[in-house]
């Protein structure tokens, strides 16, 4: 029996926190400058040492940037809700995720999220689910394709959130999902869904990633070699042939080269080509975002019309589609495994 004076101890449960990108908060000029900041300080996404990168970063970079960034950001903004699509779309998704885990393991179970950089931060959940009582932790990236860039540094913030607290919880967290079944299938059944109901049927599919440097690959990195297999497993689940989809890569930044094809350059050779009708889907976002609302749905496709294209399609990411929380929820329970009844 604990003494009258003991500090309260809540029941305890287990926390499921996923984790995505992050956005600003809004994107007026200082929110995107402290967005972007904290994004491109990051030594897993820029590894160049810092004294050469931050005088760069600080005095040119954020300078101009916040300005173009925050006018892709209003292009696209949620302004009933006054939040990004991103925010948005991870909200529901929590909620979707949730409800089927509690239906799963009832109240053991609390499921939360939170974002790499901006609001709402890592340490902040972390703090708030050991306040709730959790003393197991699972940590969910929502990066099917694992990168240096994008997992890893989702990981270590949520191991340094755990430096903190007086009593740490148990910790698991939850590897790359790009060749799950369940993840596979909701893909393809999305694809299909959209085809269905395209009037001009794509001469051409291209799955578009997000890219990262060549020399990353170089260096170990796996993320390539799971894009190619996350496109492969997609084709064989369709029951396409192989030249029917092709793989690409976006979002370049800086002077080095980067993962090819382009995908930007190869929306234009298809049309030259004379593949007039192009479809796009992105199966490295678990969630729409910038880089798809804005640059895939709007410069993409413009390179696309520019150089000849007639009809594109942006197929929308899986967000919280009923198939994609099934997903999740899957290899949430798998990794769940020996902590939950």
Known sequence: MKPADHPKIPSRKIGVLIANLGTPDNYDYWSMRRYLSEF?????????????????????????????????????WNHEEGESPLMTITKKQTSALSESLHGMFGD???????????NP?????????????????????????????TTATANDAFFAALAKPAWQP????????FDHPKYIEALAGSIKNAYAKIENEPDILLLSYHGMPERY??????????CQKTTRLVTEALGWKRDRILTTFQSK????????????????RQAQAGNK?????APAFSADCIETLEEINEEIKEAFEEAGGENFTYIPCLNDDAPHIEALAEIVRENLAGWVR
């Open 108 to 118: 053991q179970v609390m499921v939360d999220f939170c974002m790499r950089y901006g």
């Open 170 to 177: 148990a910790t698991r967290t939850v590897p790359a999902y």
């Open 217 to 226: 690959l170089m260096q170990g990195d796996p993320y390539h070699c799971q």
């Open 121 to 149: 931060s890592t340490q902040s959940k972390v703090d708030a689910m050991i306040e709730a009582g959790c003393d197991k932790i699972l940590f969910f990236p929502l990066y099917p394709q694992y990168a240096g860039a």
């Open 40 to 76: 491109l300080s990051d030594k897993r996404v820029i590894d160049y040492p810092a004294w050469k990168w931050q005088p760069i970063l600080q005095a040119f970079v954020l300078t101009k940037r916040p300005f173009s960034s925050g006018a892709a950001y209003k292009s696209i």
């Open 253 to 268: 930044f800086g002077p080095e080269e980067w993962l090819k094809p382009y995908t930007v350059e190869e929306v234009a």
């Open 277 to 281: 009708n192009l479809a796009i889907a």
